[in-house]
């Protein structure tokens, strides 16, 4: 059934029914947002629904009605920074394959520019490691995802199974970002992200590609103090 516009048009009654439907999820990424800059300032804890409401540009009730509670607006907004559909706000197109280790590269640049995005799951991932944290089973399921996502494409490129080398060095490869994130944050002219990013995935790759291990560096830390003490 269609029905006329204030200026006369037919309006079809599709239409009308989406009109809302994309202004419920302009506000609620509107609140994602908001919430993305006051968790990353304030951590989860210390976080107030009130000033992510004000941020937001509306009421109390208004992010509950949308999110339901504190821990569903958290939830939400990890999702949302990972480009997972959640809520209602589409998610952003997902890189698979042997083109995610540039995509990785690519997130290390983009980032920089981001700081209060990268502030926000640095502290939120901290946090979530206490107990009863909201937030631990999604962090657990993203890095458990995260794994096996990267020891794929790391074995694909080395041509080989993904083994338990493999899978130690996609948890290297996580510990490297999320490590370089933290210590950028607090002294960001003292880290290059994307150029230590780059050597630790060409190291790792090189090496199971070849089967060639480098030296151990303890064996040589062992050597250099013999020869300093001859």
């Known amino acids: 059934m269609s029905k006329k516009s204030a200026g006369g048009s037919v309006v079809p009654a ?63 907004v990890l999702k949302y920074r990972d480009g997972e559909e959640t809520s209602g706000v589409q998610a952003r197109e997902q890189v698979e394959g042997p083109a995610f280790l540039e995509h990785m590269l690519d997130t290390v640049i983009e980032n920089m520019s981001r700081p209060g995005v990268v502030q926000t799951y640095a502290v939120l991932s901290a946090e979530s490691v206490t107990d009863d944290h909201p937030a631990q089973d999604y962090f657990r399921g993203r890095f458990a995802g995260l794994r096996r996502k990267i020891a794929g494409v790391i074995a694909s490129m080395a041509h080989r199974d993904v083994d338990g080398e493999v899978q130690d060095a996609a948890n290297a490869v996580i510990a490297v970002m999320d490590g370089l994130q933290v210590q950028w944050l607090l002294d960001p002219d003292a880290v290059d992200m994307p150029r230590t990013v780059a050597m630790i995935l060409d190291e790792l790759i090189d090496r199971l590609s070849t089967g060639q291990p480098a030296p151990s560096a303890v064996e040589r830390a062992k050597a250099a103090e013999a020869d300093v003490s001859a």
């Open 14 to 76: 599709a239409s009308r029914a989406v009109r809302p439907q994309a202004r419920t999820a302009a506000k609620r990424e509107s609140i994602l947002k908001a919430a993305l800059s006051v968790f990353g300032t304030r951590g989860y804890n210390n976080a107030a629904l009130a000033e992510i409401a004000a941020e937001a540009g509306m009421t109390h009730a208004g992010v509950l009605h949308h999110f339901g509670s504190k821990e569903g607006l958290l939830v939400a």
